[in-house]
């Protein structure tokens, strides 16, 4: 496998790679989700039940990490989310001082909604492309992805 790639060719994939974190992270973006799925969530507490939901038992220091934001913050969120009743947090099994939060049954029928929205606005974005094409980028994303972790 070759080692060094073409400078223009990953020039090229950073340049796109920071286009779409960029708008990704765009708030407009969080707030066009959560007005099509048509639930009354803060923006701000958004990121956190869809991280809680897809990475869940999960701990605050680790959401913190996964979201950028120091564990202080992320702490007073998922108190909210916890007296919203969206998620539920339970000492760790591994270490008991940790308390891990999971989505509730509340919070899954919100990730339900955030999920449907979700496909009905990239079924919008994507009315060009075809399965395969999408496939193509599921499986070349997937593999990036996985790269990236190792």
Avoid: C
């Amino acid at each position: 496998m070759n080692n060094a790639h073409d400078p223009k060719i990953l020039r090229g994939l950073h340049a796109a790679i920071i286009d779409l974190v960029d708008e990704i992270n765009r708030p407009r973006r969080d707030d066009r989700l959560i007005e099509e799925a048509g639930i009354p969530l803060d923006r701000a507490l958004f990121p956190l039940l869809s991280r809680v939901w897809r990475y869940g038992p999960i701990g605050v220091v680790e959401l913190a990490d996964r979201t950028g934001r120091d564990h202080t913050t992320i702490s007073r969120q998922m108190t909210k989310l916890e007296e919203l009743g969206l998620i539920e947090r339970k000492p760790s099994m591994t270490d008991r001082r940790v308390r891990e939060a999971t989505v509730t049954e509340k919070g899954q029928e919100m990730v339900d909604l955030l999920n449907a929205a979700r496909e009905r606005l990239a079924n919008r974005i994507l009315v060009d492309w075809t399965d395969e094409d999408l496939d193509q980028l599921r499986a070349l994303l997937r593999r990036f992805a996985d790269d990236l972790i190792r």
